[in-house]
């Protein structure tokens, strides 16, 4: 088994050369001055910008790394695009969403506008052929522009469960590889779950097409059973947290669905690394509020310096200039402070945590406000202070900066503390967990910790491991078993705690899984949307293990 520090260095090396270094640029230091100098209006900023980075204590989103302070200049993660019932306009966004994909952006769409498959069409005598053949043309540019780009292109899908061919989109993805380069999610009202929970569910929800809201709950469910898709966004409770709703109703998000956005906005997204907070057995508060400022100056500036790829997207980011600061590392903050993912105590640190950055992240936005002036839209909007930023805070999935940060993802628990990696630079490597490995390889022998390493490959879990250690002691205590919980030893119930922690003290949405195990039922996958939907989640995407055969994480092959 090829040691660890090896292999994460060898992917951390790969990725550089893949996806950020630009001509001349030798390592990770050299991107930090690169980006520090694009986006700083000062050399005080300058420098403190350059720290966060090369301490890796926080890093914007990839787009960033990759394109500021090059010619191509777009500096967004998160576009949303308008979808509208014509030819015309629909191979408007489709060509629109081609520009961001080159540089790197994702891109969200809501099909609901487009007229069901069969109904009549605006041509003459025609017959208008649904939202699922015109997704499959947007599928397609995103494999044609991936060929030329730095990273794979990526799109959300999005269908209104009132929309005439819900049936057919939640299971447009059945077969595994059917529109890749999409993730697809029904967008649900408050209405809809009502009848859910009450068991109302032979009620008609569709009186044109005669459909039921059990009929179209039981596909949604039996879709996610099969292989994790559709997620499924909450409407209402995304509206709720619309901060300039004179300006529309929010529809659609990105490819990952931390970030609700209106028609043509797009949002800088970054990510402070939670497991450096961690002090003397404590958290570093005040060290996290002042970070957090820098963090949202940061993400403000990008907006000023962005190239944006057409001016529809400058005028819509820029009337309400959100940003969305987000976090990783928390598992690891977790370890280092000795509390186990799935405990109360972990629940209450969330909370904390997403409040502490939220409430440091509206008084940065205030202070640019006063400095800077607010938002273009701020006296329509909700705020009752002068704001610079309409939303500040999003979680986003942190997939590759935090492999950069060698830190855990988001706020997901860590998926395996010895896993396989596939689909990153087009190359696979094994990979222990630094923090499992600085606590059991120094106190181990040699056979004993290979022993180790080859069981948690094998199972994802310290769960069931038997067999002495060192002397007459286990080879990991019950209190090691307690704390080294992976993703798998975890409950739904828990992980969708844990995302509504968070989610309550933050403005936009959370990219979070939801892992259930292979054994999972379809009712429990039931029971876990309506609890999510109770406990205010934004949206949900749950996987049950080995439902899919191409997956990024992986246990050992058998």
Known sequence: MRGNAEGWDILTDEILQARYLRE???????????????????????????????????????????????????L????????????????EAIKTAALIQKTGGGTGFNFSKIRPKGSPALCAGGVASGPLSFMGLFNAATDVIKQFGRRRGANMGILDVSHD?????IRAKRVEGEFSNFNLSVMIPDAFMELIETGRTEEVWNERTGTTVGEIFSGIVDGIWKNGEPGVLFYD????????????RITGTNPCGEEPLLPFESCTLGSINLSLFAEGGKVNWAFLREVTGKAVRFLDNEIDVNVYPVPEIEKATKRTRKVGLGVMGFHDL?????????SGEALALAEKLMACIDGAAVLESRKLAEEKGPFPEWEKSTWEHPMRNAALTAIAPTGTISLLAGCSAGIEPVFSWVYRRTQTVGKEFMLVHPIFEARFRPRLPKADYERLLEYVYSHGTLHGLEGPGPGS?????????????????????????????????????????????????????????VHAWKQDLKGLTIYRTGSRERVVLSLKKE
Request: with cysteine; glycine share 6%.
């Open 473 to 529: 002691g286990e080879l990991v205590s019950g209190e090691e078993k307690r704390l080294f919980r992976s993703a798998l030893d975890i409950g739904w119930k828990t992980h969708i705690d844990m995302q509504a922690a968070f989610q309550r003290h933050c403005h936009a949405g959370i990219s979070k899984t939801i892992n259930m195990p292979n054994e999972a039922t379809r009712e429990e996958i039931e029971k876990a949307l």
């Open 76 to 91: 967004a993660a998160c576009f949303v695009l308008p979808v509208e019932d014509s030819v015309e306009e629909i191979f």
């Open 165 to 169: 061919d819900v049936i057919s989109f």
């Open 334 to 342: 977790l370890l280092k402070l000795e509390i186990p993912y799935d």
């Open 24 to 74: 001349g640029e030798k390592g990770r230091e050299d991107i930090c001055e690169r980006v520090a100098r694009a986006i700083a209006t000062n050399e005080e900023e300058y420098r403190e910008f350059r720290e966060l980075m090369v301490r890796k204590i926080f890093l914007p989103s990839s787009p960033t790394l990759m394109n500021a302070g090059t010619e191509l200049g777009q």
């Open 237 to 248: 409770r995304i509206n709720r947290d619309n901060f300039t709703p004179e300006l529309g």
